[in-house]
């Protein structure tokens, strides 16, 4: 039962690197491409608008096909997009590496995580996705730091073409030893699926997930030219600081994993909580590397605490159809980040980058008022 959610918790790491390592080397890929930072920044717009507005209806109808085969021919799909990447010679040509990527990442993470839920039961959802989730969290552990100090090294194109060698690599690995595993149940319809829709609670749950995402990446997005540009780091002192930022994730996965369980909502406010101490005070401790570290450090842990206990919510939100509503997740999540990547871009272009804390930290209060709403309504959801 445990070697399948790790291999997919494997394949997960190359698939949210191939997402997230982009943050670390936008300097570097706007210095190369001849474009502004704010504009390399459109490349994470238009990965996360891509998932947002097709991760759904990829889900839903790719639920039916067999697990292995399509997990394997998705990360072959990112080996190739990985490749385009490494020799784009242009910020067009980066952008469509970009956008195949984002086709299969909705479907491969509510698919995997669906499929992590049906092994362990949905009592153990969250415990069973933060295994899954670990996979995420090495990704900002390992995968982006280490993407940062090999640009620093050998130029970004190198993290890109690694990152195709193990996408491969994983490709090979579910082949040899994941096994086979059905898709849906035929009972369970397109239609079905999307009349999940028709609930007010659901959609708040969505619009709650874009709220928290936009407030993470309008500042997370651009935090590697935050540190180069107001802290005076090199690449290679970057590049350990976003080591250090993702390192302490794996204790935000650990708590989140364990609250989504007992208080999805509840858990939601506490983290948001937490992580607007962490978001405004960065700048005002960048020269202080005490008050630097407790920052990243707070910010770091509500972070990837904040990925998983969303993701568990919508799934806890429609048992009926936890798949789906894990892409729906993602798909609010994704809306998020492009957004938050937009409004960033613009923040930095209108107020500087020290401006960049203070306004992610105003999405995610107003998502912690959302999510109290949301728990004043449930109780009338369940009595209707």
Same mark, same amino acid.
């Given at each position: 039962?445990?070697?399948?959610?790790?291999?997919?918790?494997?394949?997960?790491?190359?698939?949210?690197?191939?997402?997230?390592?982009?943050?670390? /080397?936008?300097?570097?890929?706007? &210095?190369? !491409?001849?474009?502004?930072?704010?504009? *390399?920044?459109?490349?994470?717009?238009?990965?996360?608008?891509?998932? $947002?507005?097709?991760?759904?209806?990829?889900?839903?109808?790719?639920? &039916?096909?067999? &697990?292995?085969?399509?997990?394997?021919?998705?990360?072959?799909?990112?080996?190739?997009? =990985?490749?385009?990447?490494?020799?784009?010679?242009?910020? #067009? %040509?980066?952008?469509?590496?970009? !956008?195949?990527?984002?086709?299969?990442?909705?479907?491969?993470? $509510?698919?995997?995580?669906?499929?992590?839920?049906?092994?362990?039961?949905?009592?153990?959802?969250?415990?069973?996705?933060?295994?899954?989730?670990?996979?995420?969290?090495?990704?900002?552990?390992?995968?982006?730091?280490?993407?940062?100090?090999?640009?620093? *090294? #050998?130029? #970004?194109?190198? $993290?890109?073409?690694?990152?195709?060698?193990?996408?491969?690599?994983?490709? !090979?690995?579910?082949?040899?030893?994941?096994?086979?595993?059905?898709?849906?149940?035929?009972?369970?319809? !397109?239609?079905?699926?999307?009349?999940?829709?028709?609930?007010?609670?659901?959609?708040?749950?969505?619009?709650?997930?874009?709220?928290?995402?936009?407030? +993470?990446?309008?500042?997370?997005?651009?935090?590697?030219?935050?540190?180069?540009?107001?802290?005076?780091?090199?690449?290679? /002192?970057?590049?350990?600081?976003?080591?250090?930022?993702?390192?302490?994730?794996?204790?935000? =996965?650990?708590?989140?994993?364990?609250?989504?369980? &007992? @208080?999805?909502?509840?858990?939601?406010?506490?983290?948001?909580?937490? +992580?607007?101490?962490?978001?405004?005070?960065?700048?005002?401790?960048? @020269?202080?590397?005490?008050?630097?570290?407790?920052?990243?450090?707070? #910010?770091?842990?509500?972070?990837?605490?904040?990925?998983?206990?969303?993701?568990?919510?919508?799934?806890?939100?429609?048992?009926?159809?936890?798949?789906?509503?894990?892409?729906?997740?993602?798909?609010?999540? =994704?809306?998020?980040?492009?957004?938050?990547?937009?409004?960033?871009? @613009?923040?930095?272009?209108?107020?500087?980058?020290?401006? %960049?804390?203070?306004?992610?930290?105003?999405?995610?209060?107003?998502?912690?008022?959302? $999510?109290?709403?949301? +728990?004043? +309504?449930?109780?009338? *959801?369940?009595?209707?």
């Amino acid at each position: 039962m445990l070697l399948p959610i790790l291999l997919l918790s494997a394949a997960g790491f190359t698939v949210l690197t191939t997402e997230f390592i982009i943050v670390g /080397l936008l300097p570097a890929i706007a &210095r190369d !491409l001849e474009v502004s930072v704010s504009q *390399a920044g459109l490349l994470v717009t238009l990965f996360a608008f891509t998932v $947002a507005a097709l991760g759904p209806f990829l889900t839903a109808y790719f639920a &039916r096909f067999e &697990r292995k085969r399509l997990f394997i021919g998705i990360l072959l799909m990112f080996a190739f997009a =990985n490749t385009v990447a490494a020799l784009a010679p242009n910020i #067009w %040509l980066m952008a469509f590496a970009r !956008l195949l990527p984002a086709l299969g990442l909705p479907v491969f993470w $509510a698919l995997a995580s669906e499929t992590a839920v049906n092994i362990v039961g949905p009592e153990y959802a969250g415990r069973a996705i933060a295994k899954i989730g670990f996979g995420i969290v090495c990704a900002t552990v390992f995968g982006i730091p280490v993407g940062t100090l090999i640009s620093d *090294a #050998w130029g #970004w194109r190198s $993290a890109f073409a690694i990152l195709a060698v193990i996408a491969l690599a994983k490709a !090979l690995l579910l082949w040899v030893y994941l096994p086979a595993v059905k898709g849906v149940k035929e009972g369970v319809t !397109l239609r079905s699926q999307f009349g999940l829709l028709r609930s007010p609670l659901m959609i708040g749950h969505i619009v709650l997930s874009v709220l928290v995402f936009s407030g +993470m990446f309008t500042a997370y997005t651009y935090l590697a030219d935050i540190l180069e540009r107001l802290a005076g780091f090199d690449g290679t /002192l970057v590049g350990w600081c976003l080591m250090g930022f993702g390192a302490v994730g794996l204790i935000g =996965n650990s708590l989140g994993g364990r609250m989504v369980d &007992r @208080h999805p909502l509840i858990a939601s406010m506490v983290f948001c909580a937490f +992580m607007i101490g962490g978001m405004v005070a960065l700048v005002p401790s960048i @020269h202080s590397t005490l008050g630097l570290a407790a920052a990243m450090g707070v #910010w770091g842990v509500t972070q990837a605490a904040l990925f998983l206990v969303s993701h568990v919510r919508l799934m806890k939100a429609a048992p009926q159809a936890p798949a789906f509503a894990a892409s729906l997740n993602i798909a609010g999540a =994704n809306l998020g980040i492009g957004l938050g990547a937009l409004f960033g871009g @613009h923040v930095i272009d209108t107020y500087g980058l020290g401006s %960049l804390g203070f306004a992610g930290a105003g999405f995610i209060l107003v998502s912690i008022i959302l $999510a109290s709403l949301l +728990m004043a +309504m449930k109780p009338r *959801a369940a009595c209707a």
